[in-house]
């Protein structure tokens, strides 16, 4: 299974402040101090993925609106590439990596193909929320 690791959550919500507006709440950053060691909570092996989850969707329900161009609610193939070909060139550069349009275009089409699990050339939010969400 091809898998977009390179794609972090933190690299994702912080190469996606240009998608907060104002009604917009930033996302919440993920506790890394595990459940145990803080007072009153149980220890449990979900925090982080869930606190991760959970800022994926954060992220989703903020940028989607910017990409979703036509606002039919899905994103096209091309509304879908170009979210993430920006997301990529903007990781790239956070890295002081120069972004090839052909490898960030490659990447994007590998990614819609990941994506569109039910292969209708469409992304939903939550198509969007289970592939960003690994």
Sequence with gaps: MLKFA???ITA???????????EAAPAAPVDS???ASQPGAAPTAQ???TNANAQVAAVVEAGF???DVNKDGKLSEA????????????EMAAQGKPADPAAVSQYASAA??????????????????????G
């Excluded at 994702?12 to 104002?22: D, F, I, K, N, R």
């Excluded at 993430?84 to 903007?90: A, F, H, P, R, V």
């Excluded at 699990?117 to 992304?123: A, E, M, R, V």
């Design 6 to 8: 390179a794609l972090s």
């Design 12 to 22: 994702l919500a912080a190469s996606t402040a240009y998608a907060q507006t104002p």
């Design 33 to 35: 101090a595990p459940a």
């Design 47 to 49: 925090a982080a993925p």
């Design 65 to 67: 609106p910017k990409y």
């Design 79 to 90: 509304e879908f590439k170009q979210w993430i070909s920006d997301l990529k060139t903007q």
């Design 112 to 133: 819609m193909a990941a994506a569109d699990k039910d292969k209708d050339g469409f992304i939903t939010k939550q198509d969007l929320t289970t592939f960003l969400g």
